[in-house]
């Protein structure tokens, strides 16, 4: 299975958010700082009509995610 990708920013509280659930889940990603990785912030630009929507999450069977609620992510990660 290829690894999710989570496209972020270091201060932003819902891309935190996220990670906890996927750091608490034991769930393994792959990090990208699009504040540190400009190949990754294009990707999310790109995939967000411009914006630098973080977190993006990009998931092995190529559905993403956009500033998922709690629930929004722990629904997609349960069909995992």
């Known amino acids: ?13 819902d891309t935190l958010r996220a990670l906890r659930i996927l750091d608490k889940r034991n769930i393994a990603y792959e990090w990208i700082d699009i504040d540190r990785d400009k190949a990754g912030e294009e990707i999310v630009k790109n995939l967000n009509k411009a914006y630098r929507s973080v977190p993006t999450i990009v998931f ?15 629904e997609k990660l349960d069909q995992l």
Do not use: A, H, R, Y
């Open 60 to 74: 092995p069977d190529k559905s993403i995610l956009v500033e998922p609620s709690n629930q929004q992510l722990n």
């Open 1 to 13: 299975m290829t690894q999710i990708k989570v496209f972020g920013s270091q201060w932003c509280g």
